[in-house]
């Protein structure tokens, strides 16, 4: 699955560099929102809410 | 091992978990993007120093999104500041660059931003220490009002009468001149373009130290100013050829946990702790420049990446026990109370 992913990446980085840099943008927003929202809602359930 | 296919690089993928994580948490706490800590590590773990920056740029972008929202739910965050010192910042950026390549064709590039370097995070780390060395010396009561009170420089630079003014409710200061706010900006900016870093371990101790804002409110205003330039610098650097978007991936999974538990810490840590602590960190990374300087990079890297993984893990530790008393007063209040 790697490997696939790892082709598709370098062909869309020689085909089309803006838009490669527009999906790395988006794909750090995407990741790094999903993660944080998961993390907010487990440190939640654990009680930590950071609010004192 | 994971392999990078633009870099065409072999990295080890847990190696980047655990370090996307550790300084994740220091960046939710302090406040900074931690390039000082990630672009050397990245370079021990077998990236090319090219890719390395750009990666870690990358990541920052990702994770500053989740800080910044965190610190807005814990109302730290100053946008209106924010945003100026992030758009402001950007002009900054570019005359840094320009600075190196001016250095670069004169030959002088390397020793130049070494030193300047050294000279920032000693000076910023010891004055930190020392601020925190004379504050605990205090009793409790004079402590209290001591983290509320302005200092000289900050009632000073508040006093300048220098039109037009501009106000940020948020963060209390009032009536400044805005002439303060785009040359602090623009400084930082520079630095942050001439040093090839965020930004951010010059930005949160200005924003104490100059305008006064409470340690909390630089931390998380500081984030957000750090997500404005780095959605730029992602794109600029991925265009470029220079982000690995698997590495900064996963890195970022690991920094987007660690960045909540970091900028939870800052709910429960008194503000002049996360200084002291902001201080070792940057006295920390002065002698990882100083060992690059002296032709050690390998044991720089070590160095940060150790200290990197003591600190945040010290952080988890304050956060456990602060939320354990929590819970033990809360208990205790629920048995003290009288039956009706």
Known sequence: ?52 | MLHLPIANADVNGWALLLLGFFVGVLGGFFGTGGAYIITPSLHIFGFPMAFAIGTDIAHIFGKSIVASFKHALLRHVDFKLGLMMGLLGMIGVSLGKQAILYLEKIGQVGPIVRIVYMVLLFSLGLFMLKDYYWYSRLSEIQKESIERKPSRVVLWIRGLRLGPYISFPTSGVKNISIWIVVFLSISIGFISGFLGVGGGFVRVPILIYCLGLPTVMAVGTDLFAILITNSWGTYIYAMSGKVEIIGALVMLVGAAVGIQIGSAATGYVKGMKIRFYFGVTLVLAGVAVVLRHLLMPTLAGYLMLSSAAILSSLIIFMLIRAVAEERYRSKEEVYDKPKA
């Open chain 1, 1 to 52: 699955m790697f490997e696939s992913l790892n082709e598709y990446i370098v062909a869309l980085y020689h085909l089309h560099k803006a838009q490669y840099g527009l999906i790395v943008v988006t794909l750090m927003a995407l990741v790094g929102i999903s993660v944080g929202l998961t993390t907010e809602v487990v440190l939640r359930l654990l009680g930590i809410r950071g609010e004192k």
